[in-house]
């Protein structure tokens, strides 16, 4: 429904599935976390950290480009970066190749903690998601978030 002043409002329907969808944003990464909590000591987003660089060629990453897949800015990545380097996880140095940029490295510690984790998030996963969707619809809500996403990056660009 338009109204005079071109204001597009939710339909009932609309309103119900985008409020679904909000409660599930904010649900799930909390859910998610408190495994990593109970059985690793992390965040969601320093699991994040460990699991982008553990995927990076050397366990390897630019600060900058690991900002940009964990989707954080570079002043918080920093600080999460700290607390996992008091740990033992990770170390940063210089870039060889250009000295201008920050490497965000993966230690072989920071390795056994994910791994030791790794099994019971991906359980997490499976159960939440993975496992209540059939196929048909787990496909779906796949090309419904690389839809989504794709609309965002566009008005990032914007």
Known sequence: MTTSDGVR???SGE?????SFSLMLARLPAALEDQLQRDGG???VEYHVLAGLSDAPDRTM????????????????SHLMRRLEKRGFVRR??????GR???AIL?????AHLVKLAPGHVAKVREFVIDVLDRHRLAALHACSEDILRAVDAC???
């Open 9 to 11: 409002w939710l339909s």
């Open 15 to 19: 309103l119900a599935a985008w409020r």
């Open 42 to 44: 992390l965040n969601f």
């Open 62 to 77: 630019r600060m900058s480009g690991l900002a940009v897949l964990v989707n954080s800015e570079l002043s918080r990545l």
């Open 93 to 98: 140095e210089p870039d060889p190749c250009d």
């Open 101 to 103: 940029y920050t490497n």
């Open 107 to 111: 230690t072989d510690e920071g390795f």
């Open 156 to 158: 990032d660009r914007e």
